[in-house]
Each structure stands twice: as C-alpha cells, then as structure tokens.
C-alpha cells in the first residue's frame, strides 16, 4: 500500500523507453525511491553496539583516572553511567546475542593488536583478554541453560520453528580456543575443556584434555629450553625419539598379545572334544568322585527342571495308536485332581524349570482319590461301593472315554439312577 | 529286454572244477568263482558292473559279496562296497549303513547311524539312508580332477537277509532305484524262504540287460541242517548272531586302548575302558537326538547314560541337503554325564581330528555288550555303597 501510494504521488516514468531497459530502470528507480531509505531506517546493530563499548571504554578510563584522582563523587556517577550502558548492551545481548559477541571479540583483538609501547603490556592485555573467555563461555552456558539462546551443533539440521536462527557453533569456538591456546594460555586451555565437557563428548574431552597435558609439556620443555644450547635440544630430541620407539614397541607387543588372546579364544571355541586331563578308574555310567578314588553315580534329575513337558494329558485312548505303532512316547504328568468342569491340565513349568516345592505342595493329597483314565477322580465311599460291582466298572470305563474333553458330574452316578440304570443296560 | 538269467549246478551235482580256496581257508565252491570271474571281466570298460547280492538268511550273501570285492580288485583299482546289513555289517559295527571305496580308508568312507540292527523300526527311514549313500556312489569320483562323464567304480551291495514281508518291499526297492546290471541271488534248499526268480523287482521291462545269477550256499549241508534243526537249536544260532554283534562292538571299542595294552580277555577290556581318560564334551556344545522313538527331556541323560550313541556332523558340506541325514564319524560310548559341570564323557575310537565336527549325538537301540559294564571289583564297591 505503501509503495502504492508513495509511487502515485511521483512523477511517473516515461513509458515510451524500449522494454528492454524498462525492467532494470524500474529496479533502479524502485531501489533509490525506495529500498534505499527504508534501509536508511532500520538502525545499524553492530555500530550501536560498537559505539555503546566505546562509550563503556571512555567510562572505564575516566573511571580509572578519577580513581586515580580519588574524586569518589565523580567515581559514582562514571559507575552509574557504565552500569546504564551495561544494561544497554546486555539488552542488545538478548536480542542480538551473536552480534554482540562478534562485536566484543572484535573490539578485543583490535585492542590485542594495538600496537602498545612495550612487550609487557601486551602480555598483559592478552591475559585479561583471555581472562575474559571463560567468563563469556560461563554466560554463554547459563544462556543456553536458561533456553533464552539455542546452540547449532553440525550434526544437527537447523530447526526452522526456532525464533532466531542459531548461529553459534561450540565447534567451532572450540576449534578457535584451541589455535590460540597453542601458546599456552591457561585460561584458553580451561575454556577449551569447558567447551569440550558443553559439547559433552566424552571422547572428546579425553582427547582435549591428552592435547592439553602434551601441550603443558612442551611449554615446560620450551621454559627450560630458553636458556639451553642447541647441543641439549639435539639430545632432547633424540631422547623423546627414544621414548616414541619404546611406546611404540609397547603398544606393538600389546596388540600382539591381545591377537594372541585372540586366537587362543577361538581355537577353544573349536576344541569343543578334549581328552580328560584327569581321571581316575570307574564303570562305565559312573562318575569318578573329586573327593576320593571312589565312583560317584550321577545325578541326572537335575534335567527334570530344564524341560518337563507337563502340560498335556494323555489317556490310554489316545495313547492306544502310538503304542500300536510300537514307538514309546514321552511319559506325560500326572494330571491334577477332577475339581473343575474339564480335567484339569497341570501348568506348563517355568521355562528354565525348576519344578520347585511349591509345585508338589500345590498337589493335594491322595486320600480319596482314583486313579479313572489317567485322571485323579474324587471318589467317595459310595461311588467306591458301586465301582465294586463289575457291570458298573464296565460302565464306567465306557463311558470314562471321551472324559478328555468332558466330565461326568457325580451327580450322573448317583442322584440320577435311571440314568445308571440305561448304562447298566446298555452294558449288560 | 535281454535277461541272461544263469542257474548255477543243482546242489547234488558235483563241481565242474575244484573248489577254490581263499587264503584263510574258506571254502569257495566254484559256481562262486565262477560268477565272481563273469562279473568281473564281462562288464564293459566302461561301465563297471553294479551287483547286488540278496538272499536269505545265512545263505552266504557277505561272504559272496568279499569275495566279489576281492575278485574285482583283481581287474579295478577300486571298488566300492555299499554294506546295508546294518546287523552285521562287514566293515562297520552293528547300527550302521556305509559305503567304502576299497582299499578301505577311513577318508574313503561314508557312514550313516540307522540306530537299530534291524530296518523294521523304520523302513522309510532306512531306505533313505540306503539311496543317500548310493548317490553319494554315483557321484563319487577317485580323484577330484576327473571328469564326471567318467566311469564309476564297480560297486557290490549286500542286502539284509529280511526277505519278506516289509524287507522284501524294501529289497523291490533298492534295486529298483540302484537298477544294477547284475543281481546274485543265494537260494537256500527250503524253497519257501527263498525269493522269487526271475526279475522279481520290475514287471516293467528293462532298457537294460540284468544278469540274473542264482547261487547256492558254500555250505549246502549246514543250510539243511539248519533247517531240519529243532526250534530250541534255531534259537541258539540266532543267538549267535546276538553274540556276534556283541563281539563286533567290543573289537570296535577295542581300539580305544591303546595296542600295547595285552588284553586277552573281556574283563581285561572292560577294566581298560572304564581306566582310560575319556573324552569330554560341553553338554550344551552337543545336540542329542534319538532315533525311531521320542524320550521325554527329563529322561534324556538317564537314556543316554552308558549307552551306544552314534557320533555324526550335523552340519558342514557333508550333510545331504535334500535328506539331511548327517554323516557319522563313529561310535561311542556315553560313559558318564556331570549335570553340574555340563559335560559328557565318552569312549570312542575316533580319532580327534574326525570328532572335532562332531556337534549331534544319535541315540538308538545299539545296546552295549553287558561285559563291558561288568566290572566286578568296583561293581561291588559301588553296590556296596548304595
């Protein structure tokens, strides 16, 4: 609507120009009419920044030489002043938090690289430089901790729904830390663990903190190196390639030995036979006893726990095929009394079997129990006197043969005696 | 189809020549030798005769069937001899099926646990191991250069002596698969044990000639006294041939002690087998498995415990892919068995090269001659005990 109303109210292009530069003139005009100043209008961060640390570096000197001057009155408000424009940028931090860093790193290295009066004070400057790196780092962890800034790691696509694009890479400070802590710099040196343990790598933070005791040596060989001839440092070079060898020739027979290992492991594997190394006489199914020369006969029930296939019954019925066939089968459980509508099936044991105590105490005694097609029936006095004749045993019997799949209630034998009656008929 | 059915002289007739005798003594009467010679110097070059030797019981099949391997070493290098006797067979004990390349070498030997001494308990199975070894005949080759267009060796195959009912099924059978080019028939004097002439197997004709040869035992008086025996004497030569397995089986665990060792008598060797370190193998390192009937697995290591078992590879590029009966190395014995050590003892002549493949035990119904399981001190001791 803007550029509607804005392009009405200009004077108008003249349209009579060949099409071909009609379209780069339009941009132009479009452009310096106006993308131009609305450019103009968006407020530069990076110089905001710039100029808010210079105003912050004008206090701090002023600072130190009213400290100087012991004007404690003045001292107050250059400390107002900075804390106004500490607040002014740690609100620019939060919105532009990558703009900010950029910006303070920048104006670090400028003053790093200033050329200084002596070489003191340079190394100086850099110590309170890279004081400042762990500090950063420290507010750069409670950031991210805090959820206000997210860290782009490589490994990870850039999420599209995050407000602001990530742009801090721990990668790549870390790679920064490193190259500049090759000069020995101890708060370099933390900061580069620090960001390694952020990253939180594990592998990783071995390998930085080996670099790290490597590096510690070296410097400590260059401190003692300053003042020593080149006849020292020739001998140094050759004991530290002495050392390499040894480490080598260690780490070698280290593999040796554990290919060693190796093999022997696998040739065990394939020695499944091996002759008894030690045995003392005894019969053929016996064991020889550890204790003594005696032989031991061996427990092979132990098994019964491993797989007790219990969890079928069988009758004769249908065992009569299989025996016919002259194969023997798997004996099968004993099955549990007849308490409930179909006969009951014994639970199938625990897989690694143990058929425990409780299972055996779980089986009730057999007082009053017979023994009907291979199912423990509850039988009582009655029904015993009954059996005893032998026409009803047939009966029984016959009519026991489908007991598999269906019970014949008590009551069938007892209350209802034409029912018994028609049996007896029928087996008579 | 061009049968050359021979009938060799009636029995009563004397011989046209004297009567072989073989270096041991055995007596070959000459219709033997006979037949042996056609055999072996008829056949074309190039294709060495398949003979198949069947008859009834004590008729003389496995001494035919030597000295037809002997008579045709005479003209080949190699011959192979497909033993399916499995209750006596000739070069390996009691249970076993097998086909040797002879001169025999354990590398030339192909060995396959039927479990039983007989094939009643399982006919399919049998005849499947019987045609797994003879297609293991066809494709042998003496060297592994040769061409496979090349002539096999000449192969003899003794039968069992079960010649009817399900065994005489079985004998259709074989030689219906093995279609050989000659059949050596042993008929004995009782005709109504005796299988039928002619070519019984097939009443389709045969592109092929078969030489139908019948012949009569070495010893034609022992066959009539055999049968005009009392029932009570039958039963003792059958017990004989109970006794002579159990012979076969102690010779084969025999060579489990070492040589040196004099041991003349049975008790000698029951004492050096239960001495001698056994071998020792993971329980869990080891399938067992029975053969013709289930076990449940909580009797498992009460059946196997001083048993015969068979030793075989259940994997590796010996196994038959289509039959996957896998080949066995050899017999042992299951001396002892430590649950809580998870190991299993066994004796066992195999050599350890040949037992390091050995991952699945077969258990059958070879049962182990009681003579080794008696040794009288220790028995004692450990009667004594309980």
């Given at each position: 609507m803007d550029q509607a109303l804005k392009t009405a109210n200009r004077p108008k292009l003249a349209f009579e120009l060949e099409p071909a530069w009609m379209g780069a003139l339009a941009l132009e005009w479009l452009k310096s009419h106006y993308w131009e100043p609305q450019r103009s209008t968006i407020p530069d961060i990076r110089r905001e920044i710039r100029s808010r640390l210079h105003q912050m570096i004008g206090y701090m000197k002023k600072k130190q030489q009213l400290r100087l001057n012991h004007s404690q009155r003045k001292e107050k408000c250059s400390l107002k002043q900075v804390s106004k424009i500490t607040m002014i940028i740690a609100r620019l931090y939060s919105t532009y938090p990558y703009e900010v860093v950029s910006v303070l790193l920048e104006q670090l290295q400028s003053q790093a690289l200033d050329p200084l009066d002596n070489e003191q004070a340079e190394i100086h400057h850099i110590k309170l430089l890279s004081s400042l790196v762990p500090w950063l780092l420290l507010n750069l962890k409670e950031l991210k901790n805090s959820g206000q800034i997210s860290i782009f790691e490589e490994t990870q696509g850039i999420p599209t729904s995050i407000k602001f694009t990530p742009k801090i890479s721990l990668k790549e400070i870390l790679h920064k830390c490193l190259l500049l802590s090759l000069s020995g710099n101890k708060h370099l040196i933390d900061s580069t663990i620090f960001i390694a343990e952020m990253i939180g790598n594990s592998l990783l933070i071995k390998r930085v903190k080996g670099l790290h005791l490597l590096m510690l040596q070296n410097v400590h060989i260059t401190a003692d190196d300053s003042a020593s001839t080149l006849e020292t440092l020739f001998l140094q070079e050759q004991q530290s390639i002495k050392q390499a060898i040894e480490k080598f020739d260690t780490l070698k027979s280290r593999r040796r030995v554990s290919t060693e290992q190796a093999s022997v492991k696998t040739e065990m594997k394939k020695k499944m036979w091996t002759v008894a190394k030690r045995w003392t006489p005894c019969p053929i199914g016996t064991l020889p006893c550890t204790f003594s020369s005696t032989p031991s006969i061996p427990v092979?029930?132990?098994?019964?726990?491993?797989?007790?296939?219990?969890?079928t019954v069988i009758n004769e019925h249908e065992c009569g095929d299989v025996s016919a066939l002259g194969k023997r089968e798997p004996s099968h459980g004993i099955s549990l009394p007849d308490n409930s509508p179909t006969p009951k099936k014994l639970k199938e044991t625990a897989q690694n079997g143990e058929l425990d105590d409780v299972n055996w105490q779980a089986i009730?005694?057999?007082?009053?129990l017979l023994l009907v097609d291979g199912i423990w029936r509850k039988v009582e006095e009655e029904e015993l006197l009954a059996i005893e004749s032998n026409a009803f045993k047939r009966v029984l019997t016959r009519s026991s043969c489908p007991l598999a799949g269906r019970r014949i209630g008590r009551r069938s034998f007892h209350t209802s005696p034409a029912l018994q009656r028609t049996r007896l008929g029928r087996a008579t | 189809m061009t049968k050359r059915a021979r009938k060799s002289p009636p029995a009563g007739e004397p011989p046209s020549s004297p009567p072989a005798l073989s270096p041991l003594g055995v007596h070959i009467p000459s219709p033997w030798s006979e037949a042996a010679d056609s055999i072996t110097y008829d056949s074309p070059v190039l294709r060495p005769p398949v003979t198949v030797i069947c008859g009834p019981k004590n008729s003389g099949k496995s001494t035919f069937s030597r000295h037809l391997v002997n008579a045709l070493l005479r003209r080949y290098t190699r011959v192979a001899y497909l033993d399916t006797d499995v209750g006596q067979p000739e070069f390996t004990p009691p249970g076993c099926l097998s086909l040797h390349i002879c001169p025999s070498r354990l590398s030339r030997r192909r060995c396959l646990f039927f479990?039983?001494?007989?094939?009643?308990?399982?006919p399919k199975a049998y005849a499947d191991s019987v045609f797994q070894l003879f297609d293991f005949y066809k494709e042998y080759r003496p060297s592994k250069l040769a061409n496979p267009g090349e002539p096999m060796l000449p192969l003899v195959v003794n039968t069992p002596g079960w010649v009817k009912g399900i065994g005489y099924d079985l004998l259709v059978h074989m030689l219906t698969y093995m279609e050989p080019t000659h059949v050596i028939q042993m008929r004995i004097s009782s005709e109504h044990k005796n299988l039928p002439t002619?070519?019984?197997?097939?009443d389709v004709s045969q592109n092929e000639a078969v030489n139908l040869i019948y012949l009569h035992p070495a010893d034609t008086d022992f066959s009539n006294q055999f049968c005009s025996m009392p029932a009570c004497c039958r039963v003792l030569i059958r017990k004989q041939a109970h006794y002579l397995r159990d012979i076969r089986l102690i010779a084969y665990f025999q060579q489990?002690?070492?040589?040196?060792?004099?041991?003349?008598t049975h008790k000698e060797l029951a004492h050096a087998l239960a001495s001698i370190p056994p071998y020792e193998v993971a329980i869990s390192g080891v399938k067992i498995l029975h053969l013709h009937c289930q076990v449940p697995r909580s009797e498992i290591f009460h059946s196997l415990n001083a048993t015969i078992v068979g030793l075989t590879v259940s994997s590796g590029e010996s196994t038959d892919p289509v039959r996957h009966t896998p080949w066995c190395v050899g017999l042992g014995i299951v001396r002892g068995i430590d649950i809580s050590t998870d190991l299993l003892y066994v004796i066992t002549p195999v050599p350890l090269c040949h037992l390091e493949k050995v991952d699945l035990l077969l258990q059958g119904?070879?049962?182990?001659?009681k003579c080794l399981l008696q040794i009288s001190k220790i028995v004692e001791f450990v009667l004594h005990i309980l």
């Open positions: 092979l029930d132990e098994s019964v726990g491993v797989c007790v296939n219990n969890d009730p005694s057999m007082k009053g | 479990g039983d001494i007989s094939s009643k308990r399982d002619g070519v019984f197997w097939s489990c002690v070492p040589s040196d060792l004099n041991i003349s119904f070879i049962e182990i001659p």
